[in-house]
Nanobody
């Protein structure tokens, strides 16, 4: 069992920045792939960014590439999502997720069903 708790969401103006955090408890996450997804009203839950267990490889959706940065601090059992140059279309509930079915996974899980535990989500609203 892993418990994930997101924080850092809120209201920001277009062009601004927010930093999301996802703290894991009950289990160390240093051996597992972690990702961020977002869910906007009327849309699917979409992949945003992912990071390999050791942090040496990251992957981004085209819509956020060069604006968002995912990172992790395994000593703190925490993953981050730095969001810069935000757009109105970034408005969504953001979810942190972890894939625990594989240890030291070298692939890039892009779909929700490839992840095993989820946080409760944090709202990000970008105003024009």
């Amino acid at each position: 069992q892993v418990q994930l708790v997101e924080s850092g969401g809120g209201l920001v103006q277009a062009g601004g920045s927010l930093r999301l955090s996802c703290a894991a408890s009950r289990r160390t996450v240093s051996a597992y792939y972690m990702g961020w997804f977002r869910h906007a009203p009327g849309k699917e839950r979409d992949f945003v960014a992912g990071i390999r267990w050791n942090g040496d490889s990251t992957y981004y959706a085209d819509s956020v590439k060069d604006r968002f940065t995912i990172s992790r601090d395994n000593a703190k059992n925490t993953v981050y999502l730095q969001m810069n140059s935000q757009k109105v279309e970034d408005t969504a509930v953001y979810y942190c997720a972890i894939q625990t079915r594989y240890l030291w996974y070298d692939g890039t899980p892009l779909t929700p069903n490839e992840y095993d535990y989820w946080g409760q989500g944090t709202q990000v609203t970008v105003s024009s």
